[in-house]
């Protein structure tokens, strides 16, 4: 569970990340920063440098060189992992293939993460009654014919992400990562993922959203971070450049990129 500490200003802070594959440079002095209760959109081409910097950001790599700051706190890489940056409330939502499709959401919600009983057994009515409050007041699932007992089977898409986005605020995660979370679906359904997404922040947590339509990740991103080569090219405020001129400037990225690798 995460430690919380009054009074920090930023989730997670990165300064000076370098990241070399051998002679490959897939980060280049980049420094990142997300606010404990902002919404950052990452942004970038295929190859851009987003995918490692979540990596290196949730633990997966530790990078070549560079400083971590986590309530600005410094964190030292050399014992950098997964199970710290879970351990330091930093948790990455992934697809919906994370949850288990025939078993019911409560065991979903708790797995790794059981509630045992004084006898080292599994309280399965404490987890049925927690599960049912988060989907009520974290997720917002309301008289939908959803509770603890509904096998993950029945969920669309968007409710999925929401029950993983709801898991990772119930175990008190300051920071949470969604990598494309509205990919293949429809737009009924993305809808109710952005709303999900706005509920990060309404109960004052913190998020890295990267997306590729630029409209969804405009619509709730408090703050774009836009990456290139390895580098941050830009960062730009809420409503600094509509969704146009964010795709003119993206296309013109990728144009000049083609022109100098011409």
């Not at 490692?52 to 790599?61: D, Y």
């Not at 351990?87 to 288990?100: D, H, M, N, P």
């Not at 790794?112 to 599960?131: M, S």
């Not at 898991?167 to 993305?190: C, G, N, Q, S, Y």
């Amino acid at each position: 569970m995460a430690m919380q500490r009054a009074g920090h200003v930023h989730a997670v802070r990165m300064e000076g990340i370098r990241m070399a594959f051998g002679k490959v440079v897939a980060l280049d002095d980049v420094t990142f920063r997300v606010g404990r209760n902002e919404i950052v959109g990452l942004l970038g081409d295929n190859g851009a440098g987003k995918s490692t910097l979540i990596k290196i950001m949730t633990g997966v790599l530790r990078p070549t060189e560079g400083r971590l700051f986590i309530r600005d706190e410094a964190v030292s890489f050399e014992d950098w992992s997964v199970r710290r940056a879970h351990a330091l409330g930093i948790e990455t939502v992934y697809q919906e293939k994370s949850l288990g499709e025939k078993q019911p959401l409560w065991r979903n919600l708790f797995v790794g993460r059981q509630i045992t009983n004084r006898w080292g057994f599994i309280d399965v009515a404490a987890e049925r009654r927690i599960a049912n409050q988060v989907l009520k007041e974290q997720i917002g699932f309301r008289g939908a014919g959803i509770d603890a007992d509904s096998p993950v089977a029945l969920l669309s898409g968007g409710e999925r992400q929401g029950v993983a986005i709801g898991r990772a605020m119930h175990f008190e995660k300051d920071l949470i990562v969604l990598d494309e979370p509205t990919a293949a679906l429809a737009i009924k359904e993305v809808r109710k993922v952005l709303d999900f997404v706005l509920g990060i922040k309404a109960r004052g947590r913190a998020c890295v959203y990267i997306e590729h339509n630029l409209a969804h990740v405009h619509e709730v991103a408090d703050r774009l971070v836009i990456l290139d080569r390895g580098r941050v090219v830009a960062e730009l405020g809420r409503g600094e450049m509509s969704v146009a001129e964010l795709t003119r400037f993206l296309i013109e990225l990728q144009d000049r990129r083609e022109h100098s690798d011409g």
